[in-house]
């Protein structure tokens, strides 16, 4: 037999073994193992003792490594709404990088679309986007209004970064002669706030404004002033500053007269106690020269002395005619 034949017979010789039916197979009794053999007692090696506690500190350790990264890195620690008459939205690491930047209407999506700004700096991103808003005639020497809105879990930190972030916008704009007027304002979270911006389609930086506006603009409507461009609610803004500068005006007045009236009236007060001490000043003087004129007239002392002396000069004369005769 050759190699060829012997898996032929193989073959022939499996299929001539007694085939047992399904059935009877699966009514066959099978009986279960009740302890375990040299096979199947495998026991599985252990680590040392020392090796089990240190795992627990390694994952300990890589857990808090890995949340202090994500403090330091990937949490947001700071948000700056920028509204020109786009509205974007940028958020920040705790190290002033950004995260995300995001248009909150049409015109502030098409101004980002196609620009990567993850990891920049936060003042370099708001330098970049207002070039970009000049580049696109949103901002223009005539029309140079911005309002910043920041918001930082530092409250520490804000009065800062608006200042940081003011510079770059002025530093980005000075090139092309534009000089902007920016509002700065610190986001107060509201959830109001955040729902009437959301209905209105503006930012929460810009619908605080608007709030800060009706407080003293009764004459609009919310929806008024939300279809409204920056430059508008900034003159209306002025405008109500304006008047009440007035009213502190008129209010200064009526005080100086008040006070020039109240001056006028201690002046008369000072003059008249003036005028009571000098002429105490004078009754005094001439008091004095009275008795000094009482002494000169007195007669009983100069007079005897000199009659005294006359005597005397008499007894001399005397004696010499005494002695002639």
């Excluded at 107060?188 to 506006?213: F, H, T, W």
């Excluded at 929806?223 to 200064?252: F, P, T, Y």
Aim: charged share 35%; hydrophobic share 30%.
């Amino acid at each position: 037999m050759n190699k060829r034949e012997i898996p032929a017979a193989l073959r022939r010789a499996a299929e001539q073994l007694p085939m047992p039916h399904s059935q009877e197979l699966w009514e066959m009794p099978v009986s279960k193992q009740t302890e375990l053999d040299y096979i199947t007692a495998q026991e599985l090696p252990q680590a040392p003792a020392r090796r089990r506690a240190f795992i627990p500190a390694l994952t300990c350790c890589i857990v808090l490594l890995f949340f202090g990264w994500f403090w330091q890195y990937r949490m947001v620690e700071t948000t700056v709404f920028l509204d020109v008459n786009p509205s974007i939205q940028i958020t920040a690491n705790r190290r002033d990088r950004v995260l995300e930047v995001t248009g909150l209407n049409a015109d502030g999506r098409s101004l980002i679309e196609g620009q990567v700004f993850s990891g920049l700096p936060l003042p370099t991103v708001l330098g970049q986007l207002a070039d970009t808003l000049a580049q696109r005639n949103y901002l223009t020497p005539e029309k140079s209004t911005v309002l910043l809105t920041v918001q930082s879990r530092r409250q520490s930190h804000v009065q800062e970064l608006e200042s940081l972030l003011s510079s770059s916008i002025q530093s980005a704009l000075e090139p092309r002669k534009i000089a902007p007027a920016i509002i700065l304002q610190t986001y107060e979270e509201d959830a109001s706030l955040q729902q009437a911006a959301s209905q209105q389609q503006v930012s929460p930086g810009k619908m605080q404004y608007i709030r800060q506006i009706l407080e003293e603009e009764d004459d609009y409507s919310l929806e008024e002033l939300a279809s409204m461009s920056l430059e508008d609610l900034r003159r209306l803004a002025q405008k109500e500053a304006g008047d009440d500068w007035e009213e502190d005006d008129d209010l200064e007045e009526e005080d100086r007269e008040d006070w020039d009236s109240e001056d006028q009236e201690d002046d008369w007060h000072a003059s008249q106690s003036e005028k009571d001490t000098d002429d105490g000043g004078q009754e005094d003087e001439d008091s004095d020269r009275s008795d000094d004129l009482e002494e000169e007239d007195d007669p009983d002392e100069e007079i005897p002395s000199g009659e005294d002396d006359g005597e005397e000069d008499e007894d001399p004369d005397d004696s010499e005619e005494g002695d002639d005769n």
